[in-house]
């Protein structure tokens, strides 16, 4: 089940995506089973483009919480956030996101 907030999440950015100007063609679609996506971005627009086409938890820094606007729209969609640098806390996101892929 996916969290209440994910809906107003995939069409905030889509609309986002929309007033950047980016285009995007989606040849396949991703499975509909839980999926754990791995990415090494280099910047936002991934994100945006991601969130886009298909509802999406993220793995984001424990700051982007606090950030206007967006740590709301992040955390209603249920994403998972992280101390950097903190190894103690590793177990607990290792649960956190088993626990997101099981409710998907």
């Known amino acids: 089940m ?20 980016i285009r995007i063609t989606q ?3 991703p499975r509909t089973a839980s999926t754990l996506f791995i ?5 936002f627009l ?7 086409v ?5 793995l984001a ?8 606007i967006i740590g709301t729209l992040t955390a209603l969609s249920g994403s998972v ?3 950097r640098g903190k190894r103690s806390f590793i177990y607990r996101v290792i649960e956190a ?8």
């Open 54 to 58: 298909t509802p999406v938890r993220f």
């Open 27 to 29: 040849y396949n679609r």
């Open 97 to 104: 996101i088993d626990l997101a892929l099981r409710e998907t």
């Open 2 to 21: 996916l969290p209440a907030g994910q809906t107003a999440f995939q069409q905030w950015m889509q609309g986002v995506a929309h007033t950047l100007g």
């Open 46 to 52: 991934d994100i945006v483009v991601i969130a886009s």
């Open 81 to 83: 956030f992280i101390r």
């Open 61 to 68: 820094k424990h700051t982007v919480s606090y950030w206007p």
């Open 39 to 43: 990415a090494n971005h280099i910047s």
